[in-house]
């Protein structure tokens, strides 16, 4: 359980640190875990600041971990702010699959025939190639709208949403290291993006299909998952 700690300066929570940017308002930075969703994490603090308007600035997936700020009282007159600033992250895909949700919760829905085996050079080129000023379809498993309905609420019903893309800018696409077919990335990219539309791409880019398979957000603007505390 988090409890608070310290009075009406800057203090931390058990589980996370607490910035106090004035009496009435606060910013917290949270290391989501694995299997919590965003909500999840509000849920918890929401008892720890019983009374105070209190939500999230940018979902992460529950499979994913990392940076989640959580903006209290008075700051969360800035949500706008913090949706748009730029955000890193830190992903593994595994390429010889593809799957429904483009992650690895998903069901496979195409599997590469035969060995495969990642070229560096290959992978390089296709990640400069999904570099810059593109336009991204979100996954079909996603809470981007289809007239006013989230394309998740389709597709768990058997549809396929017709989802329209959308302009993001990838600012930065790095390949980090190649283990079997697994790939350790690193994307720098605009508020909006999705990483598992990034993965997806990929796998259509090289041929051999694939889907991500481990996600962390290590930075949201000038804020950083290094300042953050774990919920558990």
Request: proline share 4%; charged share 30%.
């Amino acid at each position: 359980m988090i409890r608070r700690i310290g009075g009406g300066r800057a203090g931390e929570v058990r589980g996370c640190r607490m910035k106090l940017m004035d009496r009435r308002g606060r910013i917290l930075l949270i290391d989501k875990p694995a299997g919590w969703s965003s909500y999840d994490v509000i849920r918890v603090l929401k008892r720890e600041f019983a009374g105070e308007k209190i939500g999230h600035a940018g979902t992460l997936d529950p499979m994913a971990t990392g940076l989640l700020v959580a903006l209290v009282g008075e700051e969360t007159k800035r949500f706008a702010e913090f949706q748009r600033y730029d955000k890193e992250y830190e992903a593994v895909v595994e390429f010889g699959a593809a799957t429904d949700t483009y992650d690895r919760e998903g069901r496979v829905v195409a599997r590469h025939p035969g060995e495969l085996k990642l070229d560096r050079t290959a992978l390089t080129r296709a990640l400069e190639k999904l570099s810059g000023d593109i336009l991204q379809v979100p996954p079909p498993y996603s809470a981007a709208k289809v007239k006013g309905v989230r394309a998740y609420r389709l597709a768990r019903k058997g549809e396929t949403p017709a989802l329209a893309p959308k302009r993001v800018e990838i600012y930065r696409a790095e390949l980090a290291k190649i283990e079997g077919t697994r790939a350790h990335l690193r994307f720098l990219v605009s508020s909006g993006t999705y990483i598992r539309s990034l993965a997806h791409d990929l796998g259509e880019r090289l041929g051999y299909g694939a889907h991500l398979v481990a996600l962390r957000r290590t930075r949201i603007g000038p804020y950083r998952v290094e300042d953050a505390r774990r919920m558990i």
